[in-house]
């Protein structure tokens, strides 16, 4: 039942690829989670889980801005779904749902939508960013750039999906 970043999903980018494997170990823990405290478990894993994401979203997203990715928009609405996803899972433990079906949903999901999108997506954005980053010359280091992003998510926080529509 567990999940593991394959072969077929390393993108060749150092830090997404640890990023997506610390996302799938989140996944991997929620999924082992039996015991009589399940529900609460689960729910912290879950939001655990969101957060992890929003904040991998969110460097993607970042590095894409500042490097004038032309499909961003398309990767971003992308991330958007899969958060939206993962807020359903979310409120449906919140409203009673059996953890074990919480478990079930989030395994399935990552298998059907998000390693889809880490093998498609995030690999055609890697492959882009690498040869971004040789086009921009030996001064612009892909390393320097994903500690510049984590240094500006560490300042901003980025609202998850709910806060959004509660503030409407």
């Known amino acids: 039942m567990f999940i593991v970043l394959s072969d077929d999903l390393i993108t ?4 997404i690829d640890r990023q997506h494997q610390h996302l799938l170990d989140t996944a991997n823990a929620i ?3 039996q015991d009589p405290d399940a529900r609460a478990k689960v729910t912290v894993g879950l939001r655990l889980f969101i957060g992890h994401a929003e904040q991998h979203f969110g460097a993607e997203e970042q590095v894409m801005e500042m490097l004038g990715c032309p499909w961003a928009a398309h990767h971003i609405q992308a991330h958007q779904r899969l958060l939206e996803w993962l807020e359903q899972l979310e409120a ?3 409203q009673g749902k059996d953890p074990a079906a ?3 949903g989030l395994h399935h999901g990552i298998q059907r939508r ?3 999108h880490i093998r498609q997506a995030d690999g055609r954005l890697a492959r882009w960013l690498h040869k971004r980053v040789v086009r921009l010359g030996t001064a612009v280091d892909e390393q320097m750039i994903w500690a510049q992003t984590a ?3 560490g300042r901003l926080s980025r609202p998850r999906l ?3 529509r509660a503030a409407k």
């Open 151 to 153: 240094r500006i998510q």
């Open 12 to 15: 060749g980018n150092a830090e």
């Open 92 to 94: 449906a433990l919140e």
């Open 31 to 33: 999924a082992i989670t």
């Open 102 to 104: 919480i478990q079930l």
């Open 162 to 164: 709910g806060d959004q």
């Open 114 to 116: 998000y390693l889809r």
